[in-house]
Nanobody, 125 residues
Framework: QVQLVESGGGLVQAGGSLRLSCVAS????????MGWFRQGPGKEREFVAA??????DYANSVKGRFTISRDGAKNTVYLQMNSLKPEDTAVYYC????????????????????WGQGTQVTVSS
């Protein structure tokens, strides 16, 4: 069992930066494939970033601006978001897949087993 709690969302101006945190409880998720997704108003939940083993990957829309990272000692996954744009406005969710040291990278919401409650990110013009 894994419980995930996101935090760090808020209102920022375009061009600004924000760091989201996802803290796990119940078990460590340092060795689990992790993902960040987002869902804007009236839109489907979409892939943002993933980390599996030593590999990270990003949606084209955020590549070069966002960075996913882990801190195993704090049992936390981060999403550093720089150069934010209004189109980044969404509820952001972290997710974990139930596979210890799984070397695969996963891009679809249905491929993840555990989800946080989401944190709102709003980017103003």
């Amino acid at each position: 069992q894994v419980q995930l709690v996101e935090s760090g969302g808020g209102l920022v101006q375009a061009g600004g930066s924000l760091r989201l945190s996802c803290v796990a409880s119940g078990r460590t998720f340092s060795g689990l494939p992790m993902g960040w997704f987002r869902q804007g108003p009236g839109k489907e939940r979409e892939f943002v970033a993933a980390a599996s083993g030593g590999v990270t990957d990003y949606a084209n829309s955020v590549k070069g601006r966002f960075t996913i990272s882990r801190d195993g000692a704090k049992n936390t996954v981060y999403l550093q978001m720089n150069s934010l744009k209004p189109e980044d406005t969404a509820v952001y969710y972290c997710a974990a897949r139930n596979g210890w040291y799984d070397s695969g990278t996963y891009y679809r919401p249905g491929e993840y087993d555990y989800w946080g409650q989401g944190t709102q990110v709003t980017v103003s013009s």
